[in-house]
């Protein structure tokens, strides 16, 4: 092939270019050519190296039987694992399993009575085991592991949901540490229950098992399935038998041990059980009292009841993670263990109906690989807006999605990954806001396409047709798809296999009022981005009829008439919040407060009320404010008694605001709201109000008391005298103890550094960060009272902390006492071990910017 030049000229004839220049020009198109085949060719070779592919399954385990005994001091487990196993399709002479970090022993085939030993070779991860003789498909023998695991050995890095990867836990073992109770707890997901027992530790691995375990006889255990057996071994000690009858994957595998009290309820005829500390057990009772009704709920949704035994949920101390959907027996963080007070204003139904919608999704149905990890956490990331939306009403769920979205575009901004994905790096690096938070708003939006019908039985036949199986995303396609009758393809392509989401201009013209334009402009970047197909849905109002009709977007850049004949002066693109999108539009404070006022969304509403306010739009806001105020959405009312916290000119600039505020704070129905409005009149005059806050300090709900008798320690014409606040001094919700605290530090009351040490050990989770400042300054202002405890004691939970916020709390309490070299230098060998990268950049720009004011 010969490749011309030809330029234009003047005279219209070719002109011939010269040969040596062409030939240059040749070999520096064939130089680029090899260059770019080179770079494309190393490009492919990586993503080859980097799949991460489905685990392949060379043997099935059938059956799992295990008996342990726990040293608590040791902190290492004795088990005896007895494995029923089979090759899953071709002929195998060597077993591998997973067993980190074990001391392995006798290993044999199970004969009869009699154990024949076998030969392996173990490597510190893998036990090896060379089987007497080659197995086929048709062969299933038993085997038998003796070992000890050491789950504290080689402990690694987990990932922003589950931070620690020892697979089981000890906690207090000796009862070292006051009021805090001695327990186990095991933590499989991702891949590490292969820390405490043998096993092929993937996800789509598939057994049932039973477990016995040797435990204290004044401890109860908890585990998978049912309880069947408890015998006395006469020594102090007890064996429970728990049997697992329905197969699950082995990260699903779990036990508690410990001092716990029971709460028994039931759905129909599953038994629950809620285990928490005694002491707790009212609470508890409390804070899970919605299960029953969740779990009708998912069943009528779902059309397939409860599919397993029994249904425990367990709350335990020092939790890797928020809660894990352990089959049977869900593990919860310690923020759920509330006394019975505490409880009235529990907030924690959506953990809840997170961890049981993993009943079905996620256990019963389980994903193939941690690729399609999206398969477990967008279903119940999405469980929270179902429940939300059935039991607490639309708004609500509406504003809880815009939360999750907001929690994706913030990571979105650091990275943009497919949501399947087989390239990560680690397992832990799945679980993420894309996984998450991504995963359950496009299952919300899948469900806007198809309609209610068609999305839950398309859910239906999933479940059904692959219920106790492990799956990947395309099955997902194909129930829709056989369901609703409709292709797929390209919503699944655009949104679980590919990355990014639309960033969307939306322009309006409204010079032909009966027949508005609207225009969308799909901006993202399309060398990295899909263009988007999007169903968009266009609303406006015709006086108190909404009217709405569905657009849909397929171009770059695409018009549409709405044709609505009856003149309008304002329509909405997405009112409800449906869409995963960025979204640029010009919209006045004018139209957004037209907005507030017309839409029946109140996730519309709250939009509206929150733009106006971060523009400071104080024309606007005078008219919308006292509408905000009595919005039968609490969390725009909320939102309005925050604001007017930040500037107190507004009481005076509204005729009657101060009324309307006193009266959300006495009668309001939800008690976040009354707590709101007891804050603002606290900041707009606390003397006032003194004997409205005496009263309500001691309300039932600690979120009234709280704000209550902070308004009671913040009056400066009648102080409260030191006894009035002793009387709350003995409470351990962090809303008493906070203005507690205040009142000491704001008047100089000596002789309550053991107060403040005791409060540091009672509180957890929020509470226990929101006191942490408070600490800090108690002791930076009088060191007398024990500043250099409480500086061990800062130091300690900045090393030891499994929560992020706790050691960025422990830090920059700290920070008072940083004037001093050695006290800096604690702080500074403390944060070597970090490994959050947002909190080693937090700490080094903190620390920097002490060395540069020395």
Known sequence: MFLVLMIACKSGQPVVTDSSSSD???????????????????????????????????????????????????????????????????????????????????????????????????????????????????????????????????????????????????????????????????????????????????????????????????????????????????????????????????????????????????????????????GFEKGAAKVFENTPKMMAFFEERLGIPFPWQKYDQIVVRDFVSGAMENTTASIFMEELRMDEREAIDSEWDYIIAHELFHQWFGDLVTTESWANLTLNEAFANYSEYLWNEFYYGNDQAALKLVSEMEGYFAEAEVKQENLIRFDYQDSEDMFDAHSYNKGGVILHMLRTYLGDEAFFQGLNQYLKRHAFQSVEVHDLRLAFEQVSGKDLNWFFNQWFLEKGHPELKIEVDYSQPDNVLISLTQLQDLEENPLYQLPVEVSWYEGKDRRSKIFHLTSANQSFALENEKPVSQVYVDEGKNLLARRTQGISNEEFAQQFIESQLGVARYEALDSLISREAKTELSRILPLALKDSFWSVRENALGFLQSDSEWRNEIEGLEEVVYDLAENDPKNSVRSAAIDLLGEWDPDKYQNAFKRLANHPSYLIAGSALMGLVRASESKLDVSTVENYSGEKNYRMVIPVAEYFIMESVLGK?????????????????????????????????????????????LQTSSKDYIRMGAFQALMGFADQKETLEKIEKSIQGEKSIQLQNYFGYFLEMLKDEN
């Open 24 to 278: 240059s020009s040749l070999d520096q198109a064939a130089n680029f050519s090899v260059e770019s085949q080179d770079l494309l060719r190393k490009q492919k070779e990586l993503k080859i190296q980097r799949y991460k592919p489905s685990a392949s399954r060379e043997f099935d385990i059938l059956h799992t039987d295990l008996d342990l005994q726990f040293d608590w001091e040791n902190q290492t487990v004795t088990g005896k694992a007895r494995l029923t196993i089979k090759p899953f399709f071709y002929p195998q002479k060597v077993l591998v399993l997973d067993a980190k970090d074990f001391e392995v022993g006798t290993v044999g085939v199970v004969v009869g009575d009699s154990l024949q030993k076998l030969s392996y070779r173990y490597n510190e991860r893998e036990l090896s085991v060379f089987l007497p003789k080659e197995l086929t498909v048709k062969d299933t023998v038993e085997l038998e592991v003796n070992y000890k695991a050491f789950p504290e050995r080689n402990s690694g890095d987990g990932s922003k949901a589950i931070t620690d990867t020892k697979g089981l836990y000890f906690i207090d073992p000796l009862d070292t540490v006051p009021d805090k109770p001695s327990m186990i707890w095991t933590q499989g997901e991702t891949e590490h229950n292969s820390k405490w027992f043998p096993t092929i530790d993937r996800p789509n691995e598939r057994f049932t098992h039973t477990i016995k375990l040797t435990v204290p006889d004044t401890m109860v255990s908890v585990s998978n399935g049912k309880l069947v057996k408890q015998e006395s071994l006469g020594n102090g000690f007890r064996k429970d038998h728990w049997e697992m009858d329905l197969p699950h994957a082995p990260y699903l595998v779990a036990i508690a041990v410990g001092n716990f009290g029971k709460v028994d309820a039931s759905h129909g005829k599953i038994p629950l059980g809620y285990f928490v500390e005694k």
């Open 753 to 797: 550094g053991n107060w403040f040490a005791t409060k540091l050990n009672e509180l957890n989770g929020e509470g226990l960060y929101y006191f942490l400042g408070y600490y800090g300054e108690y002791f930076t202002r009088f060191p007398n009272e024990g500043k250099e405890g409480a500086i061990e004691s800062l130091i300690h939970l």
